[in-house]
């Protein structure tokens, strides 16, 4: 074997002794007494312990902390969704309310609270299919306030309005609490009468009614005395459907009208007079002549 000239050992030496200084810096292991193979499955022991000892805890909490992150996010769409759900049910609740409001308004009278025409003809449809059995009937009461045109012209609409709703409160206070007061239009009103089975029930609340009706209020400082015509109609008596009825009704109410006290009939142009017991003839041609409204001394209503 020839030996290595001197500039190439020292060389060899240099490399070496850079191999071992980097080996010792890399680890921070003393293995100045190991072997090469040593002081290498030394280093990679080290390494690999380093390694085991270090990565598995980072490991750990970028995986705790990634759990975390999420339930923070779970949390708060969890509080938006239950925020919308509270805005959503009270939206609902509103809606709600807004339709029923808007429903009640669509089938009743502002001014009085009662009925208006519309509901009246789906009550008296519904009340006239549960009475075709036979077993009970169905009446209509058609009630007009006389000369109510004279409290508007001289007293003024407001003076009107305030003694409609009171007649409406004392029509209401007069019938049954199944029965049903409408306002029928202007100063007209409709009570609706179901399950009847004596038809005197229906006279005596007609009388009734009247009785409430007639007399004297005093609004605003104004005291009038006002009367009430009635006329009524009884399924199947008088009719089989709404029109017939009603139209019974109203010719039976302006009958009424035309035979009360203080009235005097006129007579159409053609000078007949419709018969009272036909439904069918225009009783309205027998409209009394106006008359002034008795002013009256009594108590204030």
Excluded at 26 to 52: I, P, V, Y
Excluded at 56 to 73: N, T, Y
């Amino acid at each position: 074997m020839s030996e290595l000239n001197p500039k190439s050992a020292t060389q060899v030496l240099l490399r070496k002794a850079r191999t071992e200084e980097s080996s010792q810096d890399a680890h921070s292991t003393d293995l100045s007494t190991a072997s090469g193979d040593q002081r290498f499955e030394a280093a990679n022991a080290s390494s690999l312990r380093r390694r085991r000892a270090s990565d598995a805890p980072e490991d750990d909490l970028l995986s705790l902390s990634g759990v975390e992150e999420k339930l923070r996010i779970a949390k708060r769409e969890n509080e938006f969704l239950k925020l919308r759900n509270r805005e959503l049910t009270q939206a609902l609740a509103d809606a709600s309310r807004r339709g029923t409001a808007a429903d009640h308004l669509a089938h009743h009278d502002v001014l009085t609270g009662l009925p208006n025409r519309l509901l009246l003809m789906t009550r008296l449809r519904e009340s006239i299919s549960t009475a075709s059995d036979g077993q009970t009937q169905v009446a209509l009461l058609f009630i007009d306030l006389d000369d109510f045109k004279y409290v508007n012209d001289h007293l003024g609409h407001t003076v009107g309005d305030k003694l409609l709703t009171i007649v409406a409160a004392r029509i209401l206070a007069s019938i049954r609490a199944d029965d049903i007061a409408c306002r029928y239009g202007g100063d007209e009103f409709v009570v609706l009468m179901s399950k009847i089975r004596d038809s005197a029930l229906v006279s005596s609340i007609v009388e009734k009614i009247r009785e409430r009706i007639d007399g004297c209020y005093g609004i605003d400082e104004n005291e009038v005395r006002v009367s009430a015509s009635i006329g009524f109609a009884v399924y199947p008596m008088h009719g089989d459907h709404c029109d017939a009825l009603l139209k019974h009704a109203d010719a039976s109410m302006y009958r009424s009208k035309a035979g009360r006290r203080g009235h005097r009939e006129i007579r159409p142009p053609n000078g007949a007079l419709p018969e009272q017991g036909d439904p069918d003839k225009d009783a309205k041609d027998t409209k009394p002549e106006p008359h002034d409204v008795n002013v009256c001394l009594a108590t204030k209503e």
